[in-house]
């Protein structure tokens, strides 16, 4: 299973970006998808996760601010990130912790997508 993130990029404070991220390879149903963020120096951090069913929870630091939301058709999660601060700037991580092969279930993460953005 691989999970490919996309839509990073540089912006201004106050401005918003989507990130997407997809998984591929042999899935047989995937419950929750979210979001973690890493910036130099700092220890990774919850961002944002959403069930299956599409209940949500934020770290409070984003709340009011981004929207996690997902297409289950496509296996992808996208994070809406909008009054972005430089505070935000991290690498962005996608995460599968419970992605149910037919067999088991296995946590995966994909390869980070860098957001940056200048004051």
């Known amino acids: 299973v691989h999970l490919v993130e996309s839509g990073g990029g540089l912006v201004q404070a106050g401005g918003s970006l989507r990130l997407s991220c997809a998984a591929s390879g042999n899935i047989f149903s995937i419950n929750a998808m979210g979001w973690y963020r890493q910036a130099p120096g700092k220890q990774r951090e919850f961002v944002a996760i959403?069930?299956?069913?599409?209940?949500?929870n934020y770290a409070d630091s984003v709340k009011g601010r981004f929207a996690i939301s997902r297409d289950n058709a496509k296996n992808t999660v996208y994070l809406q990130m909008n009054s972005l601060k430089p505070e935000d700037t991290a690498i962005y991580y996608c995460?599968?912790?419970?992605?149910?092969?037919?067999?088991?279930?296995?946590?995966?993460w994909g390869q980070g997508t860098q957001v940056t953005v200048s004051s």
């Open positions: 995460n599968a912790p419970d992605v149910y092969s037919g067999t088991s279930y296995s946590n995966y």
């Open positions: 959403i069930s299956s069913g599409g209940s949500t």
